[in-house]
């Protein structure tokens, strides 16, 4: 037995059910229940039976016993639909298979995590774009829609790539992956800076450099999952000891971080005191998110000899699409979605710390030692 399922019935029976049926050989088919939704396939043995259904039925389906199911449109769905429905794969003496077709999603989205960020053994991902199927499309159709979707749409839906929408005003028009995202190592004799952004469910830390250009470079990120201060703190040293190794020996880091720290966290001591338990030592000062995107903005339209001011890594994905996803409410403020907004605020808590004043400081001194 096996299930094709998708996440409401309407879409069900508009889409998946009725391409299943123009896909299908009509020599297969033995019969077809519509009410029931179950249809018999034949086969060399046996005949196979197929049932439709919606996952918001997915209580229904707990005593089934599959060989087989599909899931369509996966990014609609949750992770506990997949290992819901991979629980049921118990049909004895036959091969078992669990198969999804998704869009691209965002990498904060469960099908990313799973199978994109590590791989896992017996699990095959087929990648396609929309020019797969030029031949079956209409003239000019590609040519036209890349017209009119903007650069993250057509990364997506055009050419497969994983990755994020924006749903609203841009908060940062001027980012440009072909001018601000590139290949940096980090410099020697200059200290690595990390900004912190406390929170249980996604504290996170930037890590970047301040050249003596006054280019702001960010390296790498780290992001928590569920982490309280004391366990995310570790594993922030452990990867500034493995990837900044010359810097940890040396102890060249600043750290800055959110004024909010210094307040007593009900699960215990503010996190800046946990931060000084570890040695740890981090400037503050109060800043709105508003100032900060203002101040991120105008470091983003500079550039020094030639080259933006503003820099990131292509390692750090997530960093990117923060900057590209991240979109203003009608009050001009950043939205918050509860994922990319935690790489906002450490790098901004950077940028307003120090880098604005230094920045500034070393493009003039720069300019006067050029003249």
């Known amino acids: 037995m096996g299930l094709v399922a998708r996440k409401s019935l309407p879409e069900l029976k508009s889409t998946t059910l009725k391409r299943f049926f123009e896909f299908l050989p009509d020599p297969l088919v033995l019969s077809y229940n519509k009410t029931d939704r179950e249809l018999y396939i034949r086969t060399n043995g046996k005949p196979s039976l197929v049932h439709f259904g919606p996952l918001d039925e997915i209580g229904r389906y707990k005593s089934l016993e599959l060989g087989w199911f599909f899931l ?9 639909h997949w290992l819901t429905l991979c629980g049921r794969l118990r049909l004895k003496d036959i091969p078992q298979y669990g198969m999804i077709a998704t869009n691209p999603t965002s990498t904060s989205h469960w099908i ?4 994109v960020v590590q791989p896992t053994d017996g699990y095959e991902i087929f990648r396609s774009k929309t020019s797969d199927n030029e031949k079956n499309l209409p003239p000019g159709y590609l040519e036209e829609l890349r017209k009119t979707y903007p650069e993250d749409w057509q990364k997506r839906f055009l050419d497969g790539h994983f990755g994020v929408l924006q749903s609203g005003d841009p908060a940062f028009p001027d980012f440009s992956e072909a001018e601000h995202v590139r290949r940096i190592e980090p410099i020697k004799g200059i200290p690595i800076i990390r900004g912190w952004d406390f929170g249980r469910r996604h504290p996170c830390v930037v890590f970047a450099q301040l050249d003596e250009l006054g280019r702001f470079r960010i390296y790498r990120t780290i992001l928590g999952e569920n982490k309280d201060i004391y366990e995310f703190t570790d594993t922030v040293l452990s990867a500034s000891k493995r990837i900044f190794t010359e810097w940890f020996i040396k102890n060249e880091f600043e750290d800055y ?5 210094k307040q007593e966290r009900d699960s215990g001591k503010p996190s800046i005191q946990v931060l000084h338990e570890k040695r740890v030592y981090p400037t503050f000062r109060f800043s709105r998110p508003e100032v900060r995107m203002r101040e991120i903005r105008r470091i983003m339209r500079k550039k020094k000899e030639k080259v933006p001011v503003f820099l990131i890594d292509p390692c750090n994905t997530y960093g990117i699409e923060a900057l590209m996803s991240a979109c203003i409410d009608e009050d001009g403020k950043i939205k918050k979605e509860g994922y990319f907004e935690h790489f906002l605020d450490a790098m901004g808590y950077i940028i307003h710390n120090t880098c604005v004043h230094r920045i500034a400081y070393l493009l003039l001194h720069s300019a006067i030692q050029t003249n």
Not at 72 to 80: F, K, L, M, R
Not at 112 to 115: F, G, I, L, Q, V
């Open 112 to 115: 990313y995590k799973r199978w």
């Open 72 to 80: 369509d449109e996966a990014d609609q769905t949750s992770e506990e």
């Open 257 to 261: 971080c959110d004024i909010a720290g």
